[in-house]
T-cell receptor, first 114, second 114 residues
């Protein structure tokens, strides 16, 4: 079956702009989590959605937001982009939202802010 | 609070040699532990996980890890590495009973050479 699909794979934006990233989970998976990966900070949790509800949120400013649709697809939005937002954004889907449930990761969206 | 420490940022090793990648965790509650691998320009792939039961966990690609509660460690081992094992390896943990928020270590770059 198809894996986790993230679009677009690469994105270049200018400071001050906003961006929307998309994640389509594995069919049947209802939990979607987002992570930011940078060389300096490593992998950091952004948020988790399950059945269209945000269950958990990481320590990021309010410029970072997300949502999940009824078909479990998820989007994350970053407004007023800063240079430091340049990162690989990874989406992971799970069948359910339990702590031991295996998370399947997409290939990520590489965002570059110039 | 949960934290995961990977003691080595880089591990060089010759092909067919054994390797151990170290991971320590700290938590006041029970945890689930995971090892992920990331190849260049790819997402994360689960190698193995410890939820409960046997402390020796076997994963894909010949990797295994041992959960040691007294030393709060979850080191990853492989008896004989291949060039194709060159990648970044991440140890991650999550508190049991919580949502699926993974806390990642900073990663270990495994470089396998001839």
């Amino acid at each position: 079956k198809a894996g986790v699909t993230q679009t677009p794979r690469y994105l270049i934006k200018t400071r001050g702009q906003q961006v929307t990233l998309s994640c389509s989970p594995i069919s049947g998976h209802r939990s979607v989590s987002w992570y930011q990966q940078t060389p300096g900070q490593g992998l950091q949790f952004l948020f988790e959605y399950f059945s269209e509800t945000q269950r958990n949120k990481g320590n990021f400013p309010g410029r970072f937001s997300g949502r999940q649709f009824s078909n479990s697809r998820s989007e994350m939005n970053v407004s007023t982009l800063e240079l430091g937002d340049s990162a690989l954004y990874l989406c992971a889907s799970s069948f359910e939202a339990g702590a031991g449930t295996e998370a399947f990761f997409g290939q990520g969206t590489r965002l570059t802010v110039v | 609070a949960q934290s995961v420490t990977q003691l080595d940022s880089q591990v060089p090793v010759f092909e067919e040699a054994p390797v151990e990648l170290r991971c320590n965790y700290s938590s006041s509650v029970s945890v689930y532990l995971f090892w992920y691998v990331q190849y260049p320009n790819q997402g994360l792939q689960l190698l193995l996980k410890y939820l409960s039961g046997s402390t020796l966990v076997k994963g894909i690609n010949g990797f295994e890890a041992e959960f040691n509660k007294s030393q709060t460690s979850f080191h990853l081992r492989k008896p004989s590495v291949h060039i194709s094992d060159t990648a970044e390896y991440f140890c991650a943990g999550v508190n049991t009973g919580t949502a699926s928020k993974l806390t990642f270590g900073t990663g270990t770059r495994l470089q396998v050479t001839l």
